[in-house]
């Protein structure tokens, strides 16, 4: 006989039915020595409306109280996670947070802010109604006189998708100082990775900013609630954006020029007006953080020397370097400085020309595009002149402008010299390096590896061609996965048709390296061979167990050319693979990961492609004798 369940009982049942059937919300809460202010935040999220969630209290290596609170109210409740770890910063405490949760649903709230008790339920409900990535509120500044509410100019409870993200969105939560904060947002979980909290590192200023800069290129929707739910205290005065000392000012300057230069490569993916907006952000920002250096109260000699420091930091972004002829202080410290930021971002560069007379803002950008680059495209090529001008006008017209041109000339015998060179005088970004001696692709690729500047890198056949915006797609996917390299599919160019297929396995086209992977491979002790090369190369690279991604785009047309090898070629190109084997099997007996069906494969692939003679016969000798050896005394020793 069923039991009858009362009343209380009954309500209690349904709520938590309720609950089960609503998604999570995570609350992630970075704490460092807020003891005078996590009691309020907290009990702000316990008695939230909305009850399906779960608070994550990450403890920064507090020195006050703040732990003990924590735990003390904690025990009063289940859905209070605390986790602790050494002081690291409040970025590494959201990842750390963010590793912990288990909802579908995140929100970051710092720990002397609170919430209003119907943030949670409305923007959730919102959330699920209207299929939403990105849902921000509106909220309070609290200090000791007062209450403001934040005013801004963001479309109000409409869907946002598509190019209003790209056009509309990047201005106002990454440019706009009253939305540029992370808090005050539910996020639906899968479109935040751990690779973006890496990414922000150690940085305490503009942080915020530059996680909402990466997470509008992942969202696909996005809704405003005008409501005031959030509450900003600014009575803090342990708050990073309140420290006079002068060693945590001068590293706030330096954070805040390392988040916006990172911005600024971001911002370059969606126009010039977006591009022209954070360079005049940028000087803003500096110009008010150097305010507060110039302000405190330092001998004189250490404040020249910090302000030396300074102003040969800011030297470094190009468009600073007005300072040719004025001082930081006369640019940035001046009155004119909001004349200066606004004709920026009017682009108004005849009136900044005319203004500090330094002659073409152009030449200035791209000296340091050339310096700078985000992607370094690389070009070998021997005896290529037939083919390489639709290769290399394919680079030249890409939509994506912030790049180098790599070409290395492996002695080319016919035009292929003169043909680059055209180029060269033509585009300031291509440089030509070439070898006095035909050395092979294999040295060819290697010289463009050690030669290029660029955050990405990737390979083009001299035969072959990009799609327009591949460049511009590719390092978009770079910045948004942050892997060892990206693969991406390609059109091959058959005589009468044209076949899309998945991206290539070995060759070292069809991937987007990241430039440090790229860099920091060793090209010590590999054979100078022209065929086979990705091959081998792939294999060293999996070596080092890669992160790799897939990018489901079509960017790169591979030419179909048909060639007949003479015999004495197809000897050459045998005496070839049997180097690339014995350079891979030392490599793998390295590694401990010699495999005995790799070798047969390989003597069988070779038999199939370059037959039997008595050369070849006996190098298929060798490796049984050399197999046989190497596993029997494997065999012997386990």
């Not at 609290?142 to 209450?147: C, F, L, V």
């Not at 939305?179 to 973006?196: A, F, H, Y």
Request: hydrophobic share 35%; aromatic share 12%; charged share 25%.
């Amino acid at each position: 006989m069923p039991i009858s369940l009362g009343g209380e009982e009954m309500r209690s049942e349904l709520q938590s039915k309720q609950e089960l059937e609503l998604p999570k919300v995570s609350i992630i809460v970075p704490m460092y020595n807020v003891a005078n202010f996590i009691k309020t935040c907290i009990n702000s999220l316990l008695n939230q409306t909305y009850n399906n969630i779960e608070i994550i209290l990450v403890d920064d290596g507090s020195t006050d109280q703040t732990l003990k609170i924590s735990k003390e109210i904690s025990e009063q409740d289940s859905r209070i996670v605390i986790v602790s770890q050494a002081n690291n910063g409040a970025n590494f405490a959201r990842l750390t947070g963010f590793k912990s949760c288990s909802g579908s649903y995140i929100t970051f709230v710092d720990a002397d802010d609170w919430m209003h008790l119907e943030m949670i339920e409305t923007m959730v409900k919102i959330a699920q109604k209207h299929q939403i990535d990105l849902v921000k509120c509106n909220y309070m500044w609290e200090d000791n006189k007062a209450s403001t509410k934040v005013k801004n100019n963001l479309v109000a409870n409409q869907v946002l998708e598509g190019e209003d993200i790209n056009n509309y969105l990047f201005l106002q939560l990454v440019g706009s100082y009253n939305l540029n904060t992370s808090c005050g947002q539910l996020i639906r979980k899968n479109v935040v990775t751990e690779d973006m909290f890496e990414a922000i590192g150690s940085l305490s200023v503009a942080e915020d900013a530059y996680f909402n800069a990466m997470l509008l290129q992942r969202i696909k929707t996005f809704y405003f609630v005008p409501q005031h739910f959030y509450h900003y205290n600014r009575k803090n005065i342990n708050s990073v954006t309140s420290h006079t000392d002068y060693p945590r000012v001068e590293k706030n300057v330096w954070d805040c020029f390392c988040a916006n230069e990172k911005i600024y490569q971001i911002a370059l993916l969606y126009g010039e007006k977006h591009s022209r907006w954070q360079v005049a952000k940028l000087i803003d920002e500096m110009a008010v953080s150097f305010e507060r250096v110039l302000k405190l109260s330092l001998p004189n000699e250490l404040s020249l020397k910090r302000q030396n420091f300074l102003e040969n930091l800011l030297n470094e972004v190009f468009f600073l370097k007005i300072r040719k002829k004025y001082s930081f202080n006369e640019v940035c410290l001046s009155p004119r400085r909001r004349n200066i930021s606004m004709l920026i971002f009017n682009n108004d560069i005849a009136a900044l020309e005319k203004m500090f007379d330094i002659g073409s803002f152009e030449e200035l950008e791209i000296d340091h595009k050339i310096k700078n680059p985000a992607i370094s495209v690389i070009v070998c090529v021997y005896n290529g002149d037939n083919f390489l001008d639709r290769c290399l006008r394919s680079i030249v017209n890409q939509t994506f402008k912030n790049f180098e041109l790599i070409v290395v000339n492996d002695a080319s015998t016919d035009g292929t010299h003169k043909l680059i060179e055209s180029y060269c005088k033509k585009y300031p970004n291509i440089k030509l390096v070439s070898h006095a001696q035909n050395q092979g692709v294999l040295r060819a690729i290697e010289t463009g590896s050690k030669s290029f500047l660029g955050k990405y890198a990737l390979f083009i056949d001299h035969d072959d061609w990009f799609e327009p915006q591949a460049l511009e797609l590719l390092f978009k996917k770079g910045e948004i996965d942050q892997v060892d390299w990206v693969e991406y599919d390609y059109y091959y160019q058959l005589p009468t048709r044209v076949i899309r297929q998945h991206a290539p396995k070995y060759p070292m086209w069809g991937k987007l390296f990241s430039g440090d992977f790229l860099r920091n491979f060793d090209f010590t002790d590999l054979p100078s061979i022209s065929y086979a090369q990705d091959y081998l190369l792939y294999n060293l690279f999996m070596l080092d167990k890669p992160k790799t991604s897939h990018f489901n785009e079509a960017l790169y047309n591979y030419f179909y050319t048909r060639s007949s090898l003479s015999k004495e070629i197809n000897m050459k190109k045998a005496r070839e693979n049997i180097k690339l084997y014995h350079c891979l099997k030392r490599k793998f007996i390295e590694h401990q990961v010699l495999d005995r069906n790799w070798c047969e494969q390989y003597k069988k692939d070779m038999k199939n492609v370059f037959g039997v003679n008595s050369e070849l016969q006996s190098f298929y000798q060798e490796v049984d004798e050399e197999v046989e050896n190497y596993f029997r005394q494997q065999s012997k020793s386990n």
